[in-house]
């Protein structure tokens, strides 16, 4: 696991002076890589490569990055895992390619300079995003995995081409304008997070998972990504493929597949251990790692004393019976709080899915006794976890039987919606159906006007229903939401908001959260149920494998359940939370009102101070429950206290 840094200026520069800035960009990713660091420059090209390394796989020094192929024709810096590796090496091996190190990057590096860029990302089963220079072309190629488990940034200012795993690299070059993007701000006031390819800066971009890259000259015209493998088409094709076999031989076929991810992400030449929360999916992958493990395998959670919030004891308990050598560790709500003056670095641009304070938390704790872990990210978008697409299914049912003129219905005074109230109340989300009617009413207009699930579900998922009313001089841009070219071709309302989540909540906060939380503490977090072949085959599974009798994961609870006693199973979900709107009035009150006091945000002139102080005061109070939405602005106001 590493991270990784360069640019190209297009024009032949000093050897020393661009060795020195690739170093100053290392610098800013230290956390990433602390063993080793390398920067590679094509002085002719003035283009640089640098890497920091987490050594995992073949610790000794044949593992420096960059790598240049046996040919000298490729160079690359490389983030991440491949867990094929051995068996690409035996391949490139038996086609005469002859190897220095046992690490994957020389397998990347290999395979690119055999096979092709393209054969070679769809022959990979893991998670990176890599730099591949070309020294004959000079052409400079950029790739991320499939699910977008690693991150990736690149753009352009002027005559530069700059990328990083992470924006503060990016920062150190000076021709890095650090200009905000009001657009992409509506975006993360609407989702908590800013999705790609969109960045919180002008002409810098994430990279979509599943693409990759090409660029001729640093200066020339923007060129488009290129997709090698399409979550669209997978998730149609499983569709029209669907698993033919019964229930039984269905869970049989899963736990193989899950078993088989988990004993390749094994793999290590360092400790490996894993992240116990006591929910389905973590239970699951450690249940199939301590099946595979010939000692008992190290397993950390952490726990909350508020009531409401604390998973620990479950956690405790599938540690207990499955034998694991557990630690845990309760937070006081002070600790908790600590870290929040971290997380602006941490994240780099505003993020505010309240989980990474806890992410971040068992992450510090599992470093201090492995550098690997195993985590059970991804399981709800594949197997129907969340109650929402139960509720949706709802929603939606109602919505849809209503006559148009009703849904339609923009200007009509409240007494018409207080009597449509009853009807509507299953409509609005969870949170949604507020005390006062002037809200409520918006809020219903919003879900009745919605003319498709995807539409339904972005509602739903909305932190800031109508953000364009906080961010002032700014239009809400494209996402995969309101993009019908990208939305699956699938059946079932639930799968269609199933694969919403796969192709936006998963990749841009949950393994955000969890990629910079770990690797700001320098621990490499592993993800086996988004083996892009697991991802597959849950995709052929009719949804009544994944969802029964208003219950989510029902499969995956079969598989656990051969592991665990059915009562460890069988529980309410919880979720990875913390009590943000008990702590907004308590001990992160005056760090709350320094940043949304109105002189500040009149003086700043980006945000709506009336419609910010009116939900903060009425929060105080107890007239209503906004820590979602206040949560987004105290973090967009902590990033810009950091950065701008």
């Known amino acids: 696991m590493c991270g990784i840094a360069g640019f190209w200026q297009g024009s032949a520069q000093a050897r020393s002076r661009l060795l020195e800035l690739g170093r100053r960009m290392n610098d800013e990713i230290r956390h ?86 393209r054969k070679t990302l769809q022959r990979l089963n893991g998670m990176f995003a890599f730099a591949l220079w070309d020294n004959r072309s000079k052409r400079l ?101 669907r698993f033919q076999g019964g229930s039984d031989q269905a869970v049989d076929r899963l736990e193989k597949s899950l078993s088989e991810a988990v004993r390749l992400r094994l793999v290590a030449d360092v400790p490996i251990g894993a992240f116990l929360s006591g929910g389905i999916d973590s239970s699951t992958v450690v249940a199939l790692m301590q099946a595979h493990a010939p000692s008992p395998v190290k397993t950390f959670s952490i726990g909350f004393d508020e009531s409401g919030y604390d998973e ?26 600590e870290v929040i003056a971290s997380l602006p670095r941490m994240y780099d641009e505003p993020f505010a899915d309240s989980s990474q ?84 009413t918006r809020k219903a207009r919003l879900v009745l006007q919605a003319r ?22 700014a239009s809400e841009p494209p996402t995969p939401f309101t993009d019908s070219q990208r939305w699956a071709r699938l059946r079932h309302c639930e799968e269609r908001m199933m694969f919403m989540d ?17 690797m700001a503490v320098s621990l490499e977090a592993r993800v086996p149920l988004l083996d892009h072949r697991v991802v597959e085959f849950a995709w052929r599974l009719p949804l009544n494998l994944k969802i029964r009798q208003g219950e989510g994961k029902w499969i995956l609870r079969q598989v656990l359940c051969r592991y665990v006693p059915r009562s460890l199973v069988d529980r309410p979900k919880m979720g990875f939370r913390i009590p943000v709107g008990e702590w907004l009035r308590g001990p992160l ?13 009149k003086r700043e002139g980006i945000l709506c101070s009336s419609l910010v102080r009116r939900i903060w005061q009425e929060h105080l109070h107890g007239h209503q429950s906004w820590d979602s939405m206040l949560w987004t602005v105290l973090m967009f106001q902590a990033w810009k206290q950091e950065w701008m």
């Open 32 to 117: 990433r890589g602390p063993d080793d660091e390398g920067v590679w420059a094509d002085a002719s090209s003035g283009l640089v490569l640098g890497s920091r390394r987490l050594a995992v796989i073949d610790l000794s020094q044949a593992g420096h990055q960059p790598m240049v192929s046996p040919c000298g024709r490729f160079v690359i810096v490389y983030n991440g895992e491949v867990y094929n590796f051995a068996c690409l090496r035996k391949r490139l091996q038996e086609a005469g390619c002859r190897f220095k190190s046992r690490t994957d990057t020389e397998v990347i590096l290999q395979g690119c300079a055999q096979w092709g860029i």
């Open 141 to 241: 190629t950029l790739a991320r995995d499939r699910l977008g488990i690693k991150p990736l940034y690149y753009g352009w200012s002027g005559s530069s081409f700059f990328f990083a795993s992470e924006l503060k690299a990016l920062r150190v070059h000076p021709d890095f304008q650090a200009q905000l993007d009001l657009d992409s701000l509506i975006l993360f006031f609407r989702h908590s997070y800013i999705p790609s390819p969109y960045s919180i800066y002008h002409n810098v971009l994430k990279l979509r998972p599943g693409s990759f890259l090409t660029i001729d000259a640093p200066a020339g015209g923007r060129p488009t990504p290129e997709e090698y493998w399409s979550p669209k088409m997978m998730a149609e094709d499983g569709q029209l493929k």
């Open 312 to 337: 620990a004891q479950e956690a405790a308990k599938v540690a207990r019976h499955l034998g694991t050598d557990h630690t845990e560790l309760y937070v006081s709500p002070r600790q908790a709080c």
């Open 357 to 440: 304070i806890p992410t971040f938390l068992v992450s510090r704790l599992t470093r201090r006794s492995v550098t690997v872990s195993l985590s059970g990210d991804g399981g709800d978008e594949l197997f129907g976890g969340y109650d929402d697409y139960f509720r949706g299914r709802r929603r939606w049912d109602l919505v849809r039987r209503l006559p148009r003129p009703v849904r339609g219905l923009g200007g009509t005074g409240l007494h018409l919606w207080a009597a449509l109230a009853p009807m509507l109340k299953p409509v609005l989300p969870p949170g949604l159906a507020v005390r006062a009617s002037a809200d409520r």
């Open 452 to 473: 498709s699930p995807e539409a339904l579900h972005r509602c739903s998922v909305s932190h800031w229903p109508q953000p364009a009313n906080l961010v002032r001089g």
């Open 502 to 518: 796969l192709t936006t909540y998963l990749p841009e906060d949950l393994l955000a959260k969890v990629d910079r939380a770990s």
């Open 589 to 601: 009150r005056s760090w709350s009102e320094e940043l949304l006091s109105e002189p500040r945000l």
